[in-house]
């Protein structure tokens, strides 16, 4: 997708009009409408402004692209992929949830967290937030079954509501590991974690994934290409 394209996702995806965007940039509402039509692209500082404002890198937004092997946990390591069970609970309030998950998200929203494993080694805590524009009730019951079917696929299950993912956006930060951290992953001492939020949409581009993953940095490899 080239920059027109991507700005226009992006406002959808935050429900807002070109007046809405307009009105925070402080510009004409037609000004946003000719960079979607592709008639012509913004200053630099107000692309870093529209980066800032939706959480992208301005090199992404205009049109550059990283390509991962990263494919999902069960896809990337197939039979030696398994899950444990960590919590499962739908939440009407996000006033304990991480600041990231209450910008992008609105109560209710079902929490679905499990440790992943590959050959019953733990790799990943995945903390996934799933909108209320999903039938949460529902998918609480199905992803119950986790708990006597370590390979359950939450994908799977969302594709089977009509809701398959096909696209996501990460961004990858790479931390110290928590006391808690270190005691699910059963990580050594001194390894660091890389802090992944992954974001994951379907075919109409709406959300139906927001999701905080934490991974051992010895025991998962990250390989992205790119143009130069």
Same mark, same amino acid.
């Given at each position: 997708?080239?920059?027109?394209?991507?700005?226009?996702?992006?406002?959808?995806?935050?429900?807002?009009?070109?007046?809405?965007?307009?009105?925070?940039?402080?510009?004409?509402?037609?000004?946003? /409408? +000719?960079?979607?039509? @592709? $008639?012509?692209?913004?200053?630099?500082?107000? *692309?870093?402004?529209?980066?800032?404002? =939706? !959480?992208?890198?301005?090199?992404?937004?205009?049109?550059?692209?990283?390509?991962?092997?990263?494919?999902?946990?069960?896809?990337?390591?197939?039979?030696?992929?398994?899950?444990?069970?960590?919590?499962?609970?739908?939440?009407?309030?996000?006033?304990?949830?991480?600041?990231?998950?209450?910008?992008?998200?609105?109560?209710?929203?079902?929490?679905?967290?499990?440790?992943?494993?590959?050959?019953?080694?733990?790799?990943?805590?995945?903390?996934?937030?799933?909108?209320?524009?999903?039938?949460?009730?529902?998918? /609480? +019951?199905?992803?119950? @079954? $986790?708990?006597?079917?370590?390979?359950?696929? *939450?994908?799977?299950?969302?594709?089977? =509501? !009509?809701?398959?993912?096909?696209?996501?956006?990460?961004?990858?930060?790479?931390?110290?590991?928590?006391?808690?951290?270190?005691?699910?992953?059963?990580?050594?001492?001194?390894?660091?974690?890389?802090?992944?939020?992954?974001?994951?949409?379907?075919?109409?581009?709406?959300?139906?994934?927001?999701?905080?993953?934490?991974?051992?940095?010895?025991?998962?490899?990250?390989?992205?290409?790119?143009?130069?």
């Amino acid at each position: 997708m080239d920059f027109s394209a991507r700005l226009k996702s992006l406002r959808k995806r935050k429900k807002l009009t070109q007046a809405d965007l307009a009105k925070h940039l402080g510009i004409d509402n037609t000004t946003i /409408s +000719k960079w979607e039509k @592709g $008639v012509y692209e913004p200053n630099i500082e107000t *692309l870093k402004e529209l980066a800032n404002f =939706f !959480g992208v890198s301005a090199d992404w937004l205009l049109g550059g692209e990283f390509q991962s092997t990263r494919r999902g946990f069960g896809r990337d390591h197939s039979n030696k992929a398994t899950k444990k069970y960590i919590d499962l609970r739908l939440l009407n309030t996000l006033e304990d949830a991480p600041e990231e998950v209450r910008r992008e998200l609105q109560s209710p929203v079902l929490l679905y967290q499990v440790l992943q494993l590959r050959d019953n080694v733990p790799i990943t805590i995945s903390t996934s937030y799933l909108p209320d524009s999903l039938p949460l009730e529902e998918l /609480s +019951k199905i992803l119950e @079954g $986790v708990k006597q079917n370590p390979t359950l696929s *939450l994908y799977k299950t969302l594709e089977s =509501f !009509g809701r398959k993912p096909i696209s996501c956006e990460e961004t990858i930060a790479v931390d110290r590991p928590s006391k808690e951290e270190v005691e699910l992953l059963n990580m050594p001492e001194g390894v660091p974690v890389a802090r992944i939020i992954r974001r994951t949409f379907d075919a109409s581009s709406k959300l139906v994934e927001y999701c905080l993953l934490t991974s051992r940095t010895d025991m998962y490899k990250f390989v992205y290409r790119f143009t130069l």
